[in-house]
């Protein structure tokens, strides 16, 4: 991917990768990070991070970067896990590169792995690892890196929707952010239930720049609840916003007695906590 004037912001990486699907070989494209090309924003309620755009290099998207691809059958993973698919599930992954394939040119009509990373590539490739993640076995933790890409996919479409309006990415974005919320919720409660461990993963993000840990899945899947959450039955949203409420004002408890925990996340946390009241203390103001 290049800038405006062919300022280079990504390079092709010296190691070769073997794809474990289709045994294909490629380079893969990594971000140039250096000189000034990412200049940090704000941390956004779903922490987020944004980037100023460089007066030299323009915007860049590090998440377009973050999922590794095969060009040939569009096999995709977070890069630590992508040479790492359990044995008994490669079957299974090359009998499905044809529908691999063409759900992704569905949504993404213009991926194309064989070119740098652009907005498109980058949604598509995260798409591509949340399709993928169904072929890992629970040590790997597949739920929660599910529902990052998703999560992380949603941002990128905000992007494209900033940059493109009128191609309906707001919409997509929102598709996949509801998906992130159902993925949060599964990954917390497998956790809880003994059926997935959360242990496959050790930086939980959400985006790229700081690891939030299991607190900020907890918040993740509260705020993801809150905003995205189904809205249809009055009572059983009522009754998950408790829930949600409930798991915030643990994390208070953590914060006040810990000083490790991050603190925007904190801040934010109190946020939701009264956004969460809010809307649960608005039928008694009727």
């Given at each position: 991917m290049t800038a405006e004037g062919d300022l280079k912001i990504s390079y092709t990486s010296k190691e070769e990768y073997t794809c474990p699907v289709c045994d294909a070989s490629f380079h893969r494209e990594e971000l140039l990070s250096g000189s000034g090309r990412l200049i940090a924003g704000q941390i956004t309620d779903e922490l987020h991070r944004l980037y100023e755009p460089s007066a030299r290099y323009g915007i860049i998207y590090p998440l377009a970067y973050q999922a590794t691809v095969c060009p040939e059958c569009w096999f995709a993973s977070m890069d630590q896990d992508f040479s790492r698919l359990p044995s008994q599930s490669k079957d299974r992954a090359e009998k499905e590169q044809a529908k691999r394939k063409k759900t992704a040119r569905l949504i993404f009509p213009s991926a194309d792995f064989t070119r740098p990373r652009d907005m498109v590539n980058g949604a598509a490739s995260l798409y591509l690892a949340l399709y993928c993640y169904d072929y890992y076995t629970k040590e790997f933790s597949p739920t929660i890196k599910q529902a990052i890409s998703a999560l992380r996919a949603g941002w990128l479409l905000d992007e494209m929707h900033e940059k493109y309006p009128g191609y309906h990415y707001d919409w997509l974005a929102l598709l996949f952010k509801k998906k992130s919320q159902?993925?949060?919720?599964?990954?917390?409660?497998?956790?809880?239930?003994?059926?997935?461990?959360?242990?496959?993963?050790?930086?939980?993000?959400?985006?790229?720049?700081?690891?939030?840990?299991?607190?900020?899945?907890?918040?993740?899947?509260?705020?993801?609840?809150?905003?995205?959450?189904?809205?249809?039955?009055?009572?059983?949203?009522?009754?998950?916003?408790?829930?949600?409420?409930?798991?915030?004002?643990?994390?208070?408890?953590?914060?006040?007695?810990?000083k490790s925990k991050p603190g925007p996340l904190l801040e934010h946390a109190r946020n939701l906590y009264d956004n969460i009241n809010k809307e649960l203390n608005e039928g008694d103001d009727e």
């Open positions: 159902f993925l949060y919720g599964e990954a917390i409660l497998k956790e809880q239930t003994g059926k997935e461990t959360l242990s496959g993963i050790k930086n939980f993000g959400p985006d790229t720049d700081k690891n939030y840990a299991y607190e900020g899945a907890l918040y993740l899947s509260a705020l993801l609840r809150l905003k995205y959450g189904p809205r249809g039955d009055p009572l059983s949203r009522a009754e998950t916003l408790e829930n949600a409420k409930r798991t915030i004002a643990k994390m208070f408890g953590l914060g006040k007695s810990s």
